[in-house]
């Protein structure tokens, strides 16, 4: 083999190491990318709470309610809870969030990226506060209050009508591609003394795919009319599950810790910034490394004899 030839071979060959490591360099920056991305394991603690039958001025039961779960959840979804019309602070000074709508509430420690209402009810003008949270890791949520029509006209067994209500919620949550959360006071009087879950909202909730946060630890949330009170979800696994005190009111507090299932974390969550860049960077030094191999491998065809 003469000389030229043999530069030649070695050469090329140099340059097919160089390329392969590039080409490595990409498929290990984006594997470290994909690793990055996976979702959060970061828990979502909630509360719901229907304050009507608290003894305190209108103006301090949110107070009264951020009082009780400072401490121990991040959201709170509050029924018959007047807007107490300034921002409510909690002992060691930390200012949570909240949004208003009539009697009912949404209390964050988070952020809260976008509010409005949904009509539940447009002919009875129910319309329930939904909020878009987004916590320091994990994906952004939304969360609505709910409280579904008691009675009309002295009638408490409106189970369709409570079904209508949800439908709407229903068809709204579906334009937010992440996990859900439906808190609060459902009113499902069933038959009063039970058949609260044979209520047609409920088997709507759970037809969609929805989940009974609570589970097993559910029971009767209010002494007469019996379990009135649910946190469903969508996407998010739950735990820690606590059925509560009356405190003061006619119905018990419900909280549990929520994570995000992967699906609904992976589709929420968006790119990060440095996942971002490393992607960026990883192609462009794929590219760079392609580029001066081709540009050396000209070269030595062109000195070849």
Known sequence: MSYLRLNRFLALSWYKVQVTACCLLVCLSATA????????????????????????????????????FADTVDVIALQECPDPGQPLTTQDGSKWQGIYEYSNAILSRWPIVQSGLVAANPAWARDLPWADIQPPAGPAFRIYSIHLTFKRHGNPFLGAARAVEIRRILIHARGFVGPVI??????????????????????????????????????????????????????FAAADQVLGNYDGSDHRWLQASLSASDAAASDAAPMSESNTVTLLAATALGLLGVAVWRKRKRRVEISSP
Do not use: C, H
Not at 51 to 61: F, N, P, R, Y
Not at 206 to 227: E, P
């Open 33 to 68: 990318l994909a690793v990055a991305t996976e979702p959060d394991s970061s828990t979502v603690r909630v509360a719901t709470w229907n304050l009507g039958a608290l003894s305190s001025a209108d103006q301090e039961k949110a107070s009264r309610a951020l009082a009780l």
């Open 182 to 235: 439906l808190a609060g006071d459902f009113n499902t009087v069933g038959w009063i003394l039970g058949g609260q879950e044979s209520e047609p909202a409920i088997e709507l909730l759970q037809a969609s795919g929805y989940v009974d946060a609570l589970g097993s630890v559910g029971g009767r949330t209010q002494a007469v009319l019996g379990r009135l009170d649910w946190i469903y979800t969508r996407g």
